[in-house]
């Protein structure tokens, strides 16, 4: 089964070069516009690079509208815009800061479905985690402290983590090797 990506980017020449490197493994579509990104969302699309500075809009309230849907979509940001603790709020997978190489833009994809095999918690686990190592690898431990945001996100991993905790442990080895044979199977029947 081919995954369609939608990338959404305003510099053309930055959409094809995306574009290229996911040609051949992927059903590519490039928006320029957040209004087109907009159009061309749907329950068909599985992942979507998105930048956050877009003409018309923002790539966050592309984001927001995304999520308003209930898309089962996974998201990466892809942008030149430096993280700030502004980014707790949104509702993105992965966050890439510009330039994006080849390697990256294909891991970047390759992350997002495998995230969306994650249930719930572990979705959010992953979204909440991704941003706390975005803003601790670009901000300074002083910035990080005195933001209420960057605490609260703290906090919310680690109930999250209790949560996956109290699962965890309610697991025997053999529920764990079932689970992830289960898994395995459910991939190779998926890619045939």
């Not at 579509?29 to 877009?54: I, K």
């Not at 985690?129 to 960057?150: D, N």
Request: a negative charge.
């Amino acid at each position: 089964m081919t995954r369609h990506v939608l990338i959404v980017e305003d510099e053309p020449e930055v959409a094809d070069l995306y574009r290229g490197y996911l040609a051949g493994e992927y059903d590519v579509t490039v928006a320029n516009t957040g209004e087109e990104a907009l159009d061309l969302v749907d329950e068909t699309t599985d992942a979507v690079l998105l930048d956050r500075r877009l003409p018309d809009t923002s790539g966050a309230d592309i984001l927001a509208e995304i999520r308003d849907r209930d898309l089962d979509c996974r998201v990466a940001m892809v942008t030149a815009v430096e993280p700030d603790v502004d980014i707790v709020e949104m509702g993105f997978d992965l966050y890439l800061v510009k330039p994006a190489t080849r390697d990256d833009i294909q891991s970047a994809v390759e992350r997002l479905g495998t995230r969306a095999q994650y249930d719930d918690t572990l979705q959010r686990t992953a979204s909440l985690v991704t941003k706390r190592a975005v803003l601790e690898a670009e901000r300074t431990p002083a910035e990080l402290r005195s933001s209420p945001e960057y605490e609260t996100l703290l906090s919310d991993i680690e109930a999250l983590q209790d949560d996956l905790d109290d699962l965890a442990s309610a697991f025997s080895p053999d529920d764990y090797r079932m689970l992830f044979r289960d898994m395995s199977r459910s991939s190779a029947s998926e890619s045939a």
